[in-house]
DNA sequence: TCCTTTTCTGTCTTTCTTTGACCTATGTGT
DNA sequence: ACACATAGGTCAAAGAAAGACAGAAAAGGA
């Protein structure tokens, strides 16, 4: 298992379901895991970001600290945030693929669903010749077609 | 025998009976088997793909590797079928509507999937400028990567 | 034999992870 | 205020896999 995956299980399990929040030390975290401090930020930076449904603040200089709180959202409220905020004229395939995961980890959506909509709008099958940019905004469109169909059915 | 053959054995040895998945490092494989790391993509590519009854995924950089998931037996029939006949290397948006209907009319693919395929190919979801080749390329391309997908489901 | 298909290798590319060197902010004691 | 210690932040480079693809080698077939 790789140390990255470690360490973010590891800062989950710390993070129980009541305490939606964790407040962690760099250096000491480093420390136990025999890593360089900056393979936290690493471990911040791809597995705790708003995107994956995490907010994370900071204090340096003496008594620092990383603090770690994961926002909760409504079915309602996350999916409209997708369609509304986070999703506009175009999305890269990696952060669609973060997007379709949340979905299904914060309970919004079946595993199936999501992974279903993964794979739609996974680079392999997008790998077609055509700008970055047009793909973008085509993943886009596929996506929040399939999030509509998806409230859509809630809705009946 | 082939090296190819042998390890295609080794890997269908490795799945057993029960576990209808297998995960291995590409390198650690090539190494056992004393031949070019790329060997083992050639045994893959040509013997451990959907139209076999395979659906594989990778992930790169350290501590990558290559899963191997075997197909149910009962969807690997529907999928040779729809994967080349059907779909094959483009679609326009009618037939892909079409299609998605009748998958789920005759129970291939739950109503909801069906439905979450038909609004990914959507004229809607589509409606980029460009030209309608490539959009039946893609269509083809999406609605493949998301049969792969169910038919990748196992016991969930 | 000669041609075609299949198998195998090598090289270069892409992606993800880990480390390290240097930078910036904050607290504390003088 | 100033200096120093104690944090955390940034970024680039190295490392660790897997992917793509062209071309060599081997196997089959006519």
């Known amino acids: 298992m790789r140390l990255s995956d470690t360490i973010e299980a590891f800062i989950k399990e710390m993070m129980?379901?009541?305490?939606?929040?964790?407040e962690i030390k760099r250096n000491e975290l480093a420390e136990f895991f025999n890593c360089a401090p900056s393979q936290i930020n690493y471990v911040l930076a791809t597995r705790f970001t708003p995107d994956h449904g995490y907010v994370t603040s900071s204090q340096r200089g003496g008594g620092g600290y990383i603090r770690i709180v994961q926002v909760r959202r409504?079915?309602?409220?996350?999916?409209?945030?997708?369609?509304?905020?986070?999703?506009?004229?175009?999305?890269?395939?990696q952060s669609a693929q973060i997007l379709c995961r949340q979905l299904a980890e914060s309970g919004v959506v079946s595993l199936a669903?999501?992974?279903l909509m993964a794979a739609a709008v996974s680079p392999g099958?997008?790998?077609?010749?055509?700008?970055?940019?047009?793909?973008?905004?085509?993943?886009?469109?596929i996506l929040r077609a399939m999030l509509l169909s998806i409230a859509q059915r809630r809705g009946e």
Chains 1, 2 share one sequence.
């Open 16 to 22: 129980g379901e009541e305490q939606q929040e964790v």
């Open 74 to 93: 409504s079915a309602q409220d996350h999916l409209s945030y997708l369609l509304n905020e986070r999703i506009g004229n175009g999305i890269d395939a």
């Open 113 to 115: 669903d999501a992974q």
């Open 125 to 141: 099958a997008f790998s077609v010749p055509m700008p970055e940019q047009v793909k973008n905004a085509l993943r886009a469109k």
